[in-house]
């Protein structure tokens, strides 16, 4: 649900699984074909998840982290991990890159541009649930363009500083 003021919006577990489906969808109405998913953790490992048993091809894993300050709202410096994570072999071929959103397009864009220069891969597309209008790369597959540009609120967010301890309660009868 999208604040009246366009400034956040929240997104249950319903919609953010029909969400991945839709993009699957997409995905899957293109007619293009891949061989490989690699997805940017943390944010794209289960729409990466999802495609991966959808389609039935080999998941692939890069950490990526911008996010820091203040609870992950405060954009900073890019990391890339040096590897990559693969189930065997190495990234190759076709691959679909998958993560959750295009906020400012920083990361997606450092990341599709070191995987262009890895001369295993012979054709490289992107996929994610949320475009922001402000983003500095459009990717090729998206279920929403997001106009004003708003946090969006994950549902998997309770989990961010929540601890062993708090989690217990929730158990607590």
Do not use: N
């Not at 995905?27 to 794209?44: E, K, M, N, P, Y």
């Not at 012979?122 to 475009?131: F, H, N």
């Not at 004003?148 to 062993?164: L, V």
């Amino acid at each position: 649900m999208l604040t009246d003021d366009g400034k956040h919006l929240y997104v249950s577990w319903d919609e953010y699984h029909l969400l991945i489906e839709r993009l699957a969808l997409k995905v899957h109405a293109s007619g293009w074909q891949f061989d490989q998913i690699l997805c940017l953790a943390r944010g794209g490992m289960r729409p990466g998840d999802v495609l991966s048993r959808v389609f039935d091809k080999p998941l692939g894993i890069m950490s990526t982290s911008s996010y820091r300050a203040e609870a992950g709202t405060i954009q900073g410096r890019l990391d890339m991990a040096k590897y990559i994570t693969m189930p065997k072999g190495e990234l190759a071929g076709r691959v679909l890159l998958v993560d959750d959103l295009a906020d400012s397009g920083v990361t997606l864009k450092a990341v599709v541009e070191r995987l262009r220069g890895m001369p295993a891969i012979s054709e490289l597309r992107s996929a994610v649930i949320w475009t922001k209008k402000v983003s500095a790369y459009t990717p090729d597959y998206f279920c929403e363009m997001l106009e004003t540009s708003p946090w969006i609120h994950q549902p998997f967010e309770e989990y961010d500083g929540m601890g062993p301890e708090a989690l217990a309660k929730k158990f607590v009868v």
